[in-house]
Nanobody, 113 residues
Framework: QVQLVESGGGSVQPGGSLRLSCAASGSIFRLNGMAWYRQAPGKERELVATISSLGVTNYADSVKGRFTISRDNAKSTVYLQMNSLKPEDTAVYYC???????WGQGTQVTVSS
């Protein structure tokens, strides 16, 4: 059974940084494209960043230049480094196994002074 477990969320002041992690189990991780999504209160879930099995990355315009998605196939983990955080980045962040359509449980990120 494929499982995804996110960690690394928390509260930070504007301009701060956080690194989210998503640990995968139950599949051949290196063959799967992965993605990070986020959902703010009262809003639809939106795509933040993707990384293919070959390491090709894409980002939403709202996070380009501030967020970096990466993966460590040896650890079956995908990361989201978030810098220069803004209050509008506040949301629950979810990782997703793109090929299998499996979601993690989410981790809360709050950016506030």
């Amino acid at each position: 059974q494929v499982q995804l477990v996110e960690s690394g969320g928390g509260s930070v002041q504007p301009g701060g940084s956080l690194r989210l992690s998503c640990a995968a189990s139950g599949s051949i991780f290196r063959l799967n494209g992965m993605a990070w999504y986020r959902q703010a209160p009262g809003k639809e879930r939106e795509l933040v960043a993707t990384i293919s099995s070959l390491g090709v990355t894409n980002y939403a315009d709202s996070v380009k230049g501030r967020f970096t998605i990466s993966r460590d196939n040896a650890k079956s983990t995908v990361y989201l480094q978030m810098n220069s955080l803004k209050p509008e980045d506040t949301a629950v962040y979810y990782c997703k196994n793109v090929r299998l359509g499996i979601w993690g449980q989410g981790t809360q990120v709050t950016v506030s002074s």
